[in-house]
């Protein structure tokens, strides 16, 4: 009869029953002796191995099971672990959760794993140094790319409460060389920036920062703007791919957030009061094409609605998409999407004119006279002579004559 030798202690294995046998053909006499020579049964495949490591709330895996499943080592500890608990990146770098949590973050244009002592932040975002050096040299900046907000306004914008800031977004597209255009840009107007974005074929969004209807108007120079998009050979309204986008911030609409939703929502149903008769004209979109990229708002003004519910209706709204003709998924601003784009100035500053015009009525609206309101109600008091002029030629606008 075979005599079998504990590797381990050296004593003739009396209880064959009990006897370990590992993948290399060594013998223990039980399981106390294999794990003092460092041999371990593999939790994954069961066999005994002599090249196990302990893997947190997943016991003993051998060699073979780590390299061929779903395991990988910490870039950072050099521990194993399941890939579940784990964060990797396009690169083959991967790193415990435990690792990442305690000194490592995500670059939020590329996704790779970058240490927090390597990372660089800029504006609130968080690069990895390649990403931090294109973004610093761009001139046309990544889709995501959002610096921290400098506002501008004239003098007599701050005389009542905060002032109504606008933040445009002007896309422009099918010209020549956007890249020089964006640099010619951005290097004389220190209010803009501009950005890619996937609607436009071989063009730019250009961004500016919020400011008030009059410093739009006076001195941000918007007319040096539309000359050098021009000269590039770029369009807006006739590319057929553009917008022009109006943000408007949030606090303008009250000193409380269920004011600001109350009239927020007011704003919005008055949108969705004209949208056929007056916005859709007013929008130079087709209703086909609003219905794609801004379609109306879901909100109606119930006859049991008050104040309270109908503020809790503009909350609501925050969870729909983005692509609505009023945009409410921002935080501190809402964003009128509906416009088509152009470089035509006075069709431009209407549409600046309007959503001030706007967003001022809607705030002063009580929610009894919503739908009682009509279209010259809005714009009775208004002196745009560009506004004027174009509500009258794209929508049924009168306006009354004073009495002599």
Known sequence: MEKYICANCGAVIEDEEAMITTTDYETFCNEECAEEADYYKCTDCGDWEPNCVEVPDQGMVCRCCREHGSYHQCEDCGGWCRDRDMRCDDNGIWVCDWCYNAGWNTCDNCGCLVRVDDAREIDGYTYCEDCAEEMESATIHDYSYKPDPDFY??????????????????????????????????????????????????????????????????????????????????????????????????????????????????????????????????????????????????????DDDNDATLANKARDLRNKGRYYAVNLRNDNTIEFRLFRGTLKASTFNATLQFVDTLCRFAKKLNINDINKTTWEDIFRDVDYPDLIDYLTKRTTFHRQQEAA
């Open 153 to 302: 306004g004239k003098r007599e914008d701050f005389a009542h409460g905060t002032p109504l800031y606008m933040g445009v977004e002007l896309e422009v597209d099918k010209g020549k060389d956007p890249q020089k255009l964006a640099e010619e840009l951005q290097d004389n107007v220190p209010e803009i920036y501009c950005k890619h974005d996937g609607s436009l074929e071989d063009g730019v969004e250009i961004v500016s920062q919020p400011c008030t209807l009059a410093y739009h108007m006076d001195e941000l120079d918007w007319k040096w703007i539309r000359k050098k998009c021009c000269e590039y050979g770029f369009t807006s309204h006739d590319a057929g791919t553009c917008g022009l986008h109006v943000h408007v911030n949030r606090d303008f609409f009250g000193n409380t957030q269920t004011e600001i939703d109350l009239n927020i929502a007011k704003a919005v149903l008055l949108v969705n009061r004209f949208w056929e008769s007056h916005m859709i004209p007013f929008s130079r979109r087709t209703e086909e094409q609003l219905n794609h990229w801004a379609s109306k708002n879901e909100i109606a003004l119930e």
